[in-house]
């Protein structure tokens, strides 16, 4: 005799249920609909954070572009032979500023005794007759070829000595070298 033994009938695993944590995903929330996606709240630790590496990334591109601006606008301009002797002359002469004239000139000048002399001479004038000189020059003359070249230039000295107006024309000549950009070397007094 067989005994009859019950079949076991399969029957699909369920899952074990495990009890809903409020806001978890899958669990049922008052107010939400089965099936509809859980909404994450962000925390506003991570927005700020955010919003402060917007901020400084943006602040510090515009100190970035600020300074390229400023060295830009502040930079010598020594482009041209003729345009460096024009800053040199006007640092020296009409500003007497020794210092942004040396912005101009070579490291190792060949020979800028002969204006600095002028520059020196003027000063003394200005003492002396208690007068103020206006320096002032007309076009530039460049010659020469390469990475030397020549300006010629006449500097013109005005002033008003004892109620009589004084004037004297000097022409000069400057020896200009490129060493990556247009230096004054040299200077010599013409006539």
Do not use: H
Request: a negative charge; one cysteine or more; hydrophobic letters at 35%.
């Amino acid at each position: 005799m067989e005994q009859n033994q019950p079949e076991e009938q399969s029957t699909p695993e369920q899952p074990p249920v495990v009890p809903s944590v409020p806001g978890a995903p899958g669990a049922d929330s008052p107010g939400r609909a089965a099936g509809e996606p859980v909404k994450r709240r962000r925390s506003w630790k991570v927005v700020l954070l955010v919003v402060a590496s917007v901020m400084g990334v943006l602040c510090s591109g515009t100190v970035g572009y600020g300074l390229w601006w400023y060295n830009q606008e502040t930079k010598p301009d020594r482009s041209a032979p003729d345009v460096v002797v024009d800053n040199y002359l006007r640092a020296l002469l009409v500003e007497n500023n020794s210092i942004q004239a040396s912005q101009y000139s070579c490291s190792d000048p060949q020979d800028l005794s002969a204006i600095e002399a002028l520059r020196t001479d003027i000063l003394d004038r200005e003492e002396r007759f208690g007068a103020d000189f206006q320096i002032t020059w007309g076009s530039l003359a460049e010659s020469g070829t390469g990475s030397s070249r020549q300006v010629s230039v006449d500097i013109r000295l005005s002033a008003v000595v004892d109620g009589f107006p004084q004037s004297d024309i000097q022409s000069w000549r400057f020896a200009v070298l490129d060493q990556d950009e247009w230096r004054v070397c040299g200077s010599q007094m013409v006539s």
